[in-house]
């Protein structure tokens, strides 16, 4: 597994790059030793995620500002609540703010709405996993804000499991085939299947891990009887928040979404700006 802040530093130098270019033209009317003092508000309950990007896009625009945090990463905050001051050079902090909130809003939603998932499946055995429908360029970053919300990681990538799909079966020319191919490589093998007798195939293959790909109720509640435990099972497949209990009670291992990742909507913070 890779570390989450692997990419940190290149998220922030892209981030900076894009916004910045060759030079923050409206902060440079402020004289360059003016000092101010920043607050950042939540404007919404929201878990907060994502002060390593935050410090580290302030850090890279004048390691001298000071950070002062009034919440903890993957702490639940109310609307209206002081999370931040910023004391310092004025320009960098003016420089910074859209990046380094672009960056606490957005990893924070998806910190969100993975809690409101996982608070779902409280009291039953079934994880949430994330997928792999992530923002591009944000990958390890969104992955690490599920784990704030408490949801579990699945692959990182297309190099760390094999999940084989309807396409690569149908390359292959059978799940057998495919599975027993993948076995090879000495990593966890998932099968995607959309119905009983795929899943009959993929427990015969030797799957470790059987998706079940919009499966009805029934048909999961059948998926489970016939495993038996050979196998972890991940429900996926138009996965909605409300029917995530229902979905735990049929006993799958797993049940995956990409909405916690994608269907997301920035948490609203607002930064008060104030020249000392």
């Known amino acids: 597994m890779p570390s989450f802040f692997s990419d940190l ?9 894009e916004d910045v270019g060759s030079g923050d033209l409206t902060a440079n009317l402020i004289p360059s030793d003016a000092q101010a003092h920043a607050r950042v508000i939540s404007r919404e309950a929201a878990i907060i995620c994502g002060r390593p990007w935050f410090d580290g896009v302030f850090n890279a625009l004048d390691p001298n500002l000071i950070i002062k945090w009034h919440c903890e990463e993957g702490q639940q905050v109310a609307a209206d609540q002081l999370l931040c001051e910023i004391s310092g ?14 960056f606490l809003q957005t990893l924070s939603a998806t910190a969100t709405a993975t809690a409101t998932y996982v608070k779902q499946l409280q009291g039953t055995k ?38 084989i799909k309807e396409n690569h ?11 027993t191919e993948a076995k090879k490589h000495g990593v966890l093998v998932e099968v995607e299947t959309e119905n009983l007798i795929e899943l009959q195939q993929a427990l015969d293959a030797g799957a470790d891990i059987i998706m079940l790909d ?9 998926a489970v009887q016939l495993t038996q435990g050979r196998a972890k099972l991940e429900v996926s497949g138009n996965v909605e928040c409300q029917h995530l209990p229902r979905l735990a009670q049929t006993g799958v291992d797993f049940i995956s979404t990409g909405a ?14 104030s020249l000392m």
């Not at 050079?89 to 672009?102: H, P, Q, V």
């Open 169 to 179: 079966i149908m390359a292959a020319g059978s799940i057998e085939a495919a599975v």
């Open 214 to 222: 919009n499966f009805s109720i029934k048909d999961i509640e059948a």
């Open 126 to 163: 079934t994880q949430l996993l994330d997928t792999r429908k992530t923002l591009p360029g944000l990958r390890l970053a969104q992955k690490y804000a599920v784990k704030c919300g408490g949801g579990t990681n699945h692959r990182f990538g297309l190099y760390d499991a094999i999940l």
């Open 260 to 273: 916690i990742t994608k269907h997301i909507q920035a948490i609203d913070l607002s930064m008060r700006f």
């Open 9 to 17: 530093t290149a998220n922030i130098q892209f981030a900076l790059h």
């Open 89 to 102: 050079n004025a320009r960098a902090i003016l420089t910074g703010e859209r990046s380094a909130l672009n």
